[in-house]
T-cell receptor, first 111, second 116 residues
Framework: AQSVTQLDSHVSVSEGTPVLLRCNYS??????LFWYVQHPNKGLQLLLK??????LVKGINGFEAEFKKSETSFHLTKPSAHMSDAAEYFC?????????FGKGTRLHILP | GAVVSQHPSWVICKSGTSVKIECRSL??????MFWYRQFPKQSLMLMAT?????????EQGVEKDKFLINHASLTLSTLTVTSAHPEDSSFYIC????????????FGEGSRLTVL
């Protein structure tokens, strides 16, 4: 069965320091992978997606993610956190027609 | 990028009344739309998958007579919460896929329902 695991429910980093939000998936073959961001009382906004092209994917707002098939991971990174990055982040896997959401990671930015 | 509009953003209603939430794809045609419910500090819970011109497919545990979904055109799906009760208060979000399937989902801004 397919699944998505976001290893951290909360991550706190200081402004200006790197961000790492972890996502692992379980699938017998390569799915489509996405990261979405949700600010309070808002819908979800697409940050980036992997769909079997380049394994290093660049997204909006300086975010990147690297697809590592051997590790079944798709971790989200950003070199330098900004206060406006404080939000909830969801890793999403789409395989065939099945859409699977991770439980989300709340990113806190410390001044 | 594609735009999905959800309306209303906020709605307050009395217990026992019905509320309709609209989800529109503004610049693309969506054969499939999805409706989610999100409880505070939790992930999205898929309620139903809505295909244009056919009946919605509901997830286990979701009452189809309670949450009526209509997908009458390629750009509009509606969710009607019938005879709403306070426990129906939640954040409801829709998403849509383009006709040319890339797998990518585009989300509405969400609708906050409060039932008094």
């Amino acid at each position: 069965a397919q699944s998505v695991t976001q290893l951290d429910s909360h991550v706190s980093v200081s402004e200006g320091t790197p961000v790492l939000l972890r996502c692992n998936y379980s699938s017998s073959y390569s799915p489509s992978l996405f990261w979405y961001v949700q600010h309070p009382n808002k819908g979800l906004q697409l940050l980036l997606k992997y769909t079997s092209a380049a394994t290093l994917v660049k997204g909006i707002n300086g975010f990147e993610a690297e697809f590592k098939k051997s590790e079944t991971s798709f971790h989200l990174t950003k070199p330098s956190a900004h206060m406006s990055d404080a939000a909830e982040y969801f890793c999403v896997v789409i395989l065939d027609d099945k859409i699977i959401f991770g439980k989300g990671t709340r990113l806190h930015i410390l001044p | 990028g594609a735009v999905v509009s959800q309306h209303p953003s906020w709605v307050i209603c009395k217990s026992g009344t019905s509320v309709k939430i609209e989800c529109r794809s503004l610049d693309f045609q969506a054969t499939t739309m999805f409706w989610y419910r999100q409880f505070p500090k939790q992930s999205l819970m898929l309620m139903a998958t809505s295909n244009e011109g056919s009946k919605a497919t509901y997830e286990q545990g979701v009452e189809k007579d309670k949450f009526l979904i209509n997908h009458a055109s390629l750009t509009l799906s509606t969710l009607t919460v019938t005879s709403a009760h306070p426990e129906d208060s939640s954040f409801y979000i829709c998403s849509a896929r383009k006709v040319a399937i890339t797998g990518e989902l585009f989300f509405g801004e969400g609708s906050r329902l409060t039932v008094l």
